[in-house]
C-alpha cells in the first residue's frame, strides 16, 4: 500500500507560478513512476505529467508543456510539479498517482494505469 499526499495548490494570478509537491510514503518510493492529473469541475480527469522510477523520463500533455516541469526527490519519497505561466484553463483539482514498475512509457499517460491515487490539491488561477 501507498500514501499519497499532495500539497501546494492554492489562488495565484495569471501568469504566476505554483509547485505541487506529493509525499509518498508505505512502500520503496523508487518502484513507482509517478504522475499527475487533473480534473476541472464537469470535466474529466486529464494527464498532465509523467516521471520514471529514476526521474530520467519525463513526459507531459502538450497543454502544459514547456511550462510545467514534473520532478522527483527519491531520497525525500517526493514528486513535484513545478506549474509556471500558469493560465486560468490550469484551474482544477491536481491529483497525483503512483504506478508500480521501474519504466517508462506511454502508459503512464493513462489514469487507469495507475495503483495509487492521493486526494488532490485544488489548483486556481484567476485572470
Known amino acids: 500500500q501507498v500514501q499519497l499526499v499532495e500539497s501546494g495548490g492554492g489562488l495565484v494570478q495569471a501568469g504566476g507560478s505554483l509547485r505541487l509537491s506529493c509525499a509518498a510514503s508505505?512502500?520503496?518510493?523508487?518502484?513507482?513512476?509517478m504522475g499527475w492529473f487533473r480534473q476541472a469541475p464537469g470535466k474529466e480527469r486529464e494527464f498532465v505529467a509523467a516521471?520514471?522510477?529514476?526521474?530520467?523520463?519525463?513526459g507531459y500533455a502538450d497543454s502544459v508543456k514547456g511550462r510545467f516541469t514534473i520532478s522527483r526527490d527519491n531520497a525525500k519519497n517526493t514528486a513535484y510539479l513545478q506549474m509556471n505561466s500558469l493560465k486560468p484553463e490550469d484551474t482544477a483539482h491536481y491529483y497525483c498517482?503512483?504506478?508500480?514498475?521501474?519504466?517508462?512509457?506511454?502508459?503512464?499517460?493513462?489514469?487507469?494505469?495507475?495503483?495509487?491515487w492521493g486526494q488532490g490539491t485544488q489548483v486556481t488561477v484567476s485572470t
Open positions: 516521471v520514471s522510477w529514476s526521474g530520467s523520463s519525463t
Open positions: 508505505g512502500r520503496t518510493f523508487s518502484d513507482y513512476a
Open positions: 498517482a503512483a504506478c508500480l514498475g521501474r519504466y517508462y512509457s506511454d502508459s503512464l499517460h493513462y489514469a487507469r494505469t495507475y495503483n495509487y
